[in-house]
């Protein structure tokens, strides 16, 4: 009976500390999440006004707004999940759905995996060499969301495996017995059960794409344009690059650490934006299929 009791308080003690170790660095995680936030909105949030979002830079980036870097953010991250989604669904959809249990299709999916992993600034080589010079695109706004929409495709591809995975089987069983097809029964059942999972992985890839520097630098970003581009093959002003260029270049450090911290503030802003957008998506699609 001692040895009982002994060994249930000692398992309640490793369990109390175990949980103690994960609050503890939960906490400290917020904290520097709350650091990270407080250092943005205290330096930028005083740059914000509304010529500082709808006015083009002056004065050599040290007045003005970084309306053309909105916008520039704005094709750019678009543009990226517009490329990425449809690729990397469908190659979700063939791998999970389709694609043959055997050796060349694990050799596939840890290919993937291991593409996640990759710098960034590798895929904006890869960009450079492929995009820019190879089928002669320039460096345009195509060129930065093709390349960051490479950038996202694996991330993309893995949680819309692991959402379509994770939907019940039974549910295919079921349309395949009321005698629909395969693709009828990925279309109607399937994919509504795994969207919420996909929309997911698709909010982690906008932020992703959001706030790359090192993709852009090569493809599409420019210093400094004046005015907003007009197509997709024009050079274009993008919030991450910006930051960096005001940070590292230029005569005024004191006014251009301002209109940096504003920039980084909007960032911020526009990529909540975007993933409440997407959120809101996920639950709307999640709500449908629980009725």
């Not at 004065?59 to 449809?86: D, E, R, S």
């Not at 794409?209 to 400094?224: K, Q, R, S, V």
Request: with cysteine; charged share 10%.
């Amino acid at each position: 009976m001692k040895i009982r009791i002994s060994n249930k308080f000692s398992s309640a003690v490793k369990e109390k500390i175990g949980f103690t170790f994960l609050a503890l660095c939960i906490v400290i995680t917020l904290l520097f999440l709350a650091g990270i936030i407080y250092l943005i909105f205290s330096n930028g949030l005083e740059v914000i006004s509304w010529e500082f979002l709808t006015s083009v830079p002056r004065k050599g980036m040290t007045a003005g707004g970084v309306a053309p870097a909105i916008v520039g953010t704005l094709y750019l991250t678009v543009g990226a999940v517009a490329f990425a989604l449809p690729l990397g669904l469908a190659c979700a959809i063939y791998l999970n759905e389709y694609g043959p249990r055997g050796f060349i299709v694990n050799i596939i999916r840890m290919s993937i995996n291991n593409l996640a992993g990759v710098p960034s600034v590798v895929f904006g080589l890869f960009g450079l060499a492929v995009f820019v010079k190879f089928f002669g695109f320039g460096v345009s706004i195509l060129s930065g969301s093709l390349t960051l929409g490479i950038l996202i495709l694996p991330g993309i591809i893995s949680a819309s495996q692991e959402a379509l995975m994770a939907a019940p089987y039974s549910i295919r069983e079921a349309s395949l017995a009321l005698g629909a097809t395969q693709w009828q029964t990925i279309k109607k059942t399937v994919l509504p059960a795994a969207m919420p999972g996909i929309m997911t992985g698709v909010i982690l890839s906008v932020a992703r794409a959001a706030g790359e520097t090192a993709p852009i630098l090569f493809t599409a970003a420019t210093f400094y344009k004046r005015g907003y581009p007009d197509s997709i093959f024009s050079e274009v002003m993008a919030l991450p690059y910006h930051i960096y260029a005001l940070m590292t270049e230029g005569t005024k450090p004191d006014k251009q650490t301002a209109i940096a911290y504003g920039c980084a503030l909007l960032l911020l802003a526009i990529t909540l934006l975007i993933s409440a957008v997407a959120i809101y998506l996920r639950n709307k699609y999640r709500s449908l299929y629980a009725r």
